[in-house]
Structures are given as C-alpha cells and as structure tokens.
C-alpha cells in the first residue's frame, strides 16, 4: 500500500504537493510489523475493520457522497474535522477555543499597550 501511495503521488502531484502522501507511506511502512491481517486473523484477534467501515460511512460517505457535490481538499478536509469533533462530542470545547484564538489573532496586533487606535 505504501508502494501505490507514493507511486500515485508521484504520478498525480507536484513534488510540493506531496508532503501528506509520504507522510502516510513512511506511517504504513513504521506500523508494517502491526498490518499483518492474515497472521492476525489466523490468530482470532479482533480487526477493526467494521467498526472503522461504519466510522468513515459516518464520517465521510454520508457527508461527502452528496449527489452533485464537488469538494476541494481544503474544503472537504475542514468539514470532515468539523464532523469528527461534533461526532466526538469535543465541539463546543473547540469552538470555544477557536474564538479565543480568532480574538487572539484579529485584535492582538491592534490594540497592542492597550491602546486604542485612533481614526486617521
């Protein structure tokens, strides 16, 4: 699997671009030894696969397989995190902290000292 992401990201994207696709190959490839399914299987060790299938059928199909919807990977990567926090139950704690850093990052910079900027 680590093969195919890193040929298609090199194939697909610019070298800039590829960044989050090696990322996640050089992950397969540290967590190689954790993948063995067949072994795991043979062992009667649980998979996760069902519960990780209805997750992403959550998460991501039900929201992103929209009829006539078109998604950028800006776009469709914030309304996946926004359903994940909602889903988990962290939202109201992230929105709180979002606005704290918003606040943070509008007015910092302006009202530095305390002072309040006069009109030119």
Not at 27 to 35: F, G, H, Q, V
Not at 49 to 77: F, K, P, Y
Request: proline share 4%; hydrophobic share 40%.
């Amino acid at each position: 699997m680590a093969a195919a992401i890193r040929r298609k990201a090199t194939a697909r994207l610019a070298p800039s671009a590829r960044k989050a696709a090696d990322e996640c190959a050089d992950y397969l490839l540290r967590k190689k030894a954790y993948l063995d399914y067949p072994t795991a299987l043979a062992s009667g060790w649980p998979i996760a696969t069902g519960v990780i299938e209805g997750a992403c059928r959550h998460l991501v199909q039900d929201r992103m397989d929209i009829t006539g919807a078109r998604w950028g990977l800006n776009s469709a990567e914030a309304v996946l995190k926004i359903r994940a926090l909602r889903t988990n139950g962290d939202f109201d704690r992230y929105w709180t902290f979002h606005l704290a850093q918003e606040q943070d990052r509008v007015h910092r910079q302006r009202y530095a000292g305390h002072a309040i900027p006069t009109h030119p």
